[in-house]
């Protein structure tokens, strides 16, 4: 719950944010009688972020078990890489974001309202997406039901709720800290995706040492137990843990998260004019 949690809060305020700057931009022009333009590219988004995600379920479940096992540890590796991109991307990008969206904002209505939709959609289809990604290969990590599903709604209806009340200025928050601490949230969740696409990897045979555990405790917890849960949901470890995940996770997590502290933070509040 935790892990999916974390994700769905940063990637969805991320979201929310981009939206808020585009209905304010319109707002403030006087532009309002284009806000429905604006939430019909935003709602398509959605629904291709949703149908993003319902499409690798039914890939993963249709495939035989090695063809799941190459495209779990893809997926896995693919997401993580993405992720990793977009915490680095919006450190840089996030001073000047806002006036960056409003050009684009600006260009489009020079074309019409189809061509804000578009704007709008591919502002947020951008994070809907790469959230779509992300949330699979966490739910093969965590599991897909129960917990982590509680965990992923909760995360969105808070983001959607702090959005809105940076909006309106009902909720002031340091977007600079809220941005670092889930950063490196993320990063921690990320490099436990890493780990799990690892294992499948070398349950396929691409890499080796499936065999080579740096532990093996599924005599002593079940992987469905809360303390495995717990372990598996926070910091990536399950109950059984290879040499080669349990390096590959140390290195990219140090590598990671020392390189992002150590890069300038430029996050601010993006809404405000």
Same mark, same amino acid.
């Given at each position: 719950?935790?892990?999916?949690? %974390? ?29 429905? #333009? =604006? @939430?019909?590219?935003?709602?398509? #988004? ?12 039914? /890939?993963? #479940?249709?495939? /035989? ?16 890489? *993405? $992720?990793? @991109?977009?915490?680095? @991307?919006? !450190?840089?990008?996030?001073?000047? *974001? ?6 684009? &904002? ?12 578009? &704007? ?20 093969? /990590? ?10 992923? %709604?909760?995360?969105?209806? $808070?983001?959607? *709720? ?47 040492? &499936? ?14 137990? *809360?303390?495995?849960?717990? %372990? ?12 080669? !995940? =349990? ?7 140090? $590598? ?10 430029? $996050? ?6």
């Amino acid at each position: 719950m935790l892990s999916t949690a %974390i994700i769905a809060l940063r990637e969805g305020l991320e979201a929310s944010l981009i939206v808020g700057i585009l209905v304010a931009y319109l707002v403030k022009t006087e532009r309002r009688h284009l806000l429905r #333009a =604006l @939430w019909s590219g935003v709602f398509l #988004a959605i629904t291709a972020s949703l149908a993003f995600g319902a499409f690798l379920s039914y /890939t993963s #479940a249709e495939l /035989t078990t090695q063809g799941e096992e190459l495209f779990a540890g893809v997926t896995a590796l693919t997401a993580v890489g *993405l $992720v990793t @991109w977009m915490v680095f @991307w919006m !450190q840089r990008a996030a001073r000047g *974001l806002r006036d960056e969206l409003h050009g684009k &904002a600006e260009n489009a209505l020079l074309a019409g309202p189809i061509a804000l939709a578009i &704007a709008s959609f591919a502002a947020v289809s951008r994070e809907g997406l790469e959230t779509s990604l992300f949330l699979y290969t966490n739910f093969k /990590t965590v599991g897909p039901f129960g917990a982590p599903t509680i965990g992923l %709604i909760l995360g969105l209806a $808070v983001s959607v *709720l702090l959005g809105y009340g940076i909006y309106n200025r009902s909720v002031k928050i340091n977007l600079g800290k809220f941005f670092t601490y889930s950063g490196v949230a993320l990063i921690v969740v990320a490099a436990g995706v890493l780990a799990h696409g690892i294992l499948e990897l070398q349950k396929f045979g691409f890499l080796p040492g &499936a065999h080579a555990f740096a532990w093996e405790l599924t005599s002593t917890f079940s992987e469905d137990s *809360l303390i495995a849960s717990l %372990i598996s949901g926070t910091i990536g470890f399950g109950v059984s843990m290879t040499w080669l !995940q =349990l390096a590959i996770w140390a290195l990219y997590l140090g $590598v990671t998260v020392r390189g992002y502290l150590a890069a300038p933070k430029k $996050v601010k509040t993006l809404l405000h004019a």
